[in-house]
């Protein structure tokens, strides 16, 4: 600051206002001195600010794949809304392991960012007990439950898959089957499926494949069924990547779908309605959850308190041709 000062001839007082509060200078005072700054080369040193501020203007998502499009839209309104802010959106992959997630959060807790939005609700009962010690602003999201960490935007697993069972039964299905991910999320999903066929006397068949999941498991998933269950009639997927595979594992077999195969997938894509024929899914509005989720930090981030700790954005199952 004291060569910045120098050079255009000003206090060290005003390159600090510069760099900090820039709305206390004349805009040809500010202008002169971040010329200076840029032509130096000099990045201000962010975790000095943040220990003399106690704010890192940081927040951190954990997603469980960064190769994947599930949860782009949420990632993108949350940056977007953060930017608004003067918040920059760290995201780090968590993968679908529950040891993995626990490390990865301890640190994240250790670098004390000003907030940590999270995929899907902490089961550990060492890391909630960590994050409500650190008394960073949590948000999980992605799922359902009223025991939240801190604050919480996301549906109900469950819900979805009696929806999808219900779906099929009104559609005549009486031997569905499920291709599914691994993961916990998609197993609740599975469970209420095949408990709604269970009270109906009708057991349901189910593969599963290590999450994430790419569309050759779809293909492979049907595959399997129809080695020991010739005469499904329906199939509810954990994605719409293992939906698709499934369709075109059908096609190749000589399948028609949906005549003789309805296919239901989750996520809605974009590229779902493209398919042929295009996808029924379940569409979960990843957008919303994202906007919410940086609404509710930005709230605890000004001192308020969100008007809801709890939301619900629900989902729908959009019809198309596969269903």
Not at 81 to 88: A, V
Not at 116 to 142: C, D, F, M, N, Y
Not at 189 to 205: G, N
Not at 259 to 281: E, H
Request: one cysteine or more; proline letters at 6%; charged letters at 20%.
């Amino acid at each position: 600051m004291a060569d910045i000062a120098v050079e255009v001839g000003v206090t060290k007082i005003t390159v600090s206002r510069a760099l900090n509060t820039p709305d206390q200078l004349s805009p040809a005072t500010l202008e002169k001195v971040l010329a200076a700054i840029k032509r130096s080369g000099y990045t201000p040193n962010l975790l000095a600010g943040s220990l003399s501020s106690n704010r890192s203007k940081l927040i951190v998502a954990l997603v469980p794949s960064i190769s994947g499009a599930m949860f782009t839209a949420t990632m993108q309104n949350v940056a977007e809304h953060l930017q608004q802010h003067g918040y920059q959106l760290l995201i780090g992959q968590a993968g679908y392991d529950d040891a993995r997630e626990d490390a990865l959060l301890e640190a994240v807790i250790g670098r004390r960012p000003d907030g940590i939005i999270l995929t899907g609700i902490v089961h550990s009962t060492q890391a909630r007990q960590k994050l409500r010690a650190a008394r960073i602003p949590v948000v999980e999201t992605w799922d359902l439950t009223q025991k939240p960490i801190d604050m919480l935007v996301g549906f109900s697993h469950p819900a979805i898959g009696k929806a999808a069972a219900e779906y099929l039964w009104q559609r005549g299905c009486r031997r569905p089957a499920i291709i599914s991910p691994d993961d916990r999320r998609a197993r609740l999903r599975a469970e209420a499926f095949t408990t709604f066929y269970a009270a109906r006397k009708i057991a349901v068949p189910i593969v599963e494949a290590p999450a994430p999941t790419p569309m050759g498991d779809g293909r492979s998933g049907l595959a399997a069924l129809l080695h020991d269950h010739a005469h499904i009639d329906g199939v509810f997927c954990g994605s719409d990547n293992l939906a698709l595979g499934a369709v075109v594992e059908a096609k190749a077999r000589g399948i028609a779908v949906p005549q003789q195969l309805k296919v239901i997938g989750y996520g809605d894509q974009s590229y779902g309605k493209d398919a042929d024929p295009p996808l029924t899914s379940v569409r979960i509005d990843g957008a919303a959850i994202g906007r919410i989720a940086a609404e509710m930090l930005m709230a605890r981030a000004a001192g308020q308190t969100p008007k809801k700790k709890v939301v619900d954005v629900g989902f729908a199952i959009v019809e198309r041709a596969s269903a």
